[in-house]
């Protein structure tokens, strides 16, 4: 019994690492498929289209009701100490700096790179990958790269109106529904928020992109290797669930992580 764990123990360690070592060569093929000419430049376009403008109602709604629920919660805590003036700093400080670039990589994980991972998967499985290969196309720059550049280049943009629409939403509950000033409001946000929060936000905005593209695509990408996915179409449901799953929980790791050596 115990020799049968330690061999299934080292055979998920050896299967881990293995699993960590293609990862990483794949994201390095993919940076150099990125600088392989000639750009697709039509592809990049349909990619920032899908995965930026489509996903901005999500953004919107996701957005103004967490800024509503913080404005409320928070006018409720800074009530109590008699700090309702704070309510603009403490909102905004939260969305810019923590909430904003999170749940905006959770949304797009959710949407967009189930996506990904699933177009991926069903070419691997097809064998449409392998006919790319056959044909002297690199798949890395005809197929991943396009993806990569429009998610590093669609989350920023997102954040960005996930920030202002969240904001939006705690000063119409703070301000129309609680009472607070607008003048202290607005006040409040202009002297918290500096530089380094903003930078600190667009940060981690670009390490989650990179973060959430490169596992879903790398997913879909290898769902043959990947351990207990199965075959054919159940393969890559497995895997599409499982992409987003890792980034998701990637995201929330290196939250803390760019948290605690940037703050």
């Given amino acids: 019994m115990q020799k049968n764990s330690l061999t299934k123990l080292g055979n998920t360690g050896i299967y881990v690492l293995g699993d960590l070592g293609r990862m990483g060569l794949y994201l390095l093929q993919i940076v150099r498929g990125a600088f392989k000419r000639p750009f697709r430049f039509k592809e990049l376009i349909r990619q920032v289209h899908f995965i930026g403008a489509q996903s901005s109602s999500v953004i919107f709604f996701t957005a103004l009701s967490t800024g509503m629920v913080l404005g409320l919660q928070g006018y409720y805590s800074l009530h109590k100490f008699g700090a309702e003036g704070m ?3 403490a909102v905004s400080l939260t969305l810019i700096m923590e909430l904003g670039p999170v749940l905006t990589a959770l949304m797009v994980a959710g949407r967009a790179g189930s996506a990904m991972c699933a177009e991926l998967g069903i070419m691997r499985i097809s064998e449409q990958i392998d006919a790319l290969d056959c044909m002297a196309i690199d798949p890395f720059r005809y197929l991943i790269s396009p993806k990569v550049l429009a998610t590093l280049i669609a989350m920023p943009l997102l954040t960005s109106i996930f920030d ?6 705690g000063y119409l509950v703070g301000v129309n529904l609680k009472g607070v000033s607008p003048g202290s409001f607005i006040q409040g946000m202009q002297s918290s ?3 380094h929060d903003i930078r600190l ?3 981690k905005s670009l390490v989650f992109a990179l973060l ?3 596992i879903c695509t790398g997913r879909g990408y ?3 290797e990947i351990r207990g996915a199965g075959f054919g ?3 890559v449901s497995r895997v599409t669930t499982q992409a987003v799953v890792l980034s998701s929980i990637s995201v929330l790791i290196f939250d803390y992580l760019l ?5």
Wanted: glycine share 14%; proline share 0%; aromatic share 6%.
């Fill in 87 to 89: 309510l603009g700093s």
């Fill in 193 to 195: 928020v500096t530089n």
């Fill in 212 to 214: 959430v593209v490169w």
């Fill in 201 to 203: 936000g667009l940060i």
């Fill in 164 to 169: 202002i629409v969240g904001i939006a939403g």
């Fill in 222 to 224: 290898f769902v043959r």
């Fill in 233 to 235: 179409a159940e393969s």
């Fill in 259 to 263: 948290t605690a050596v940037l703050l």
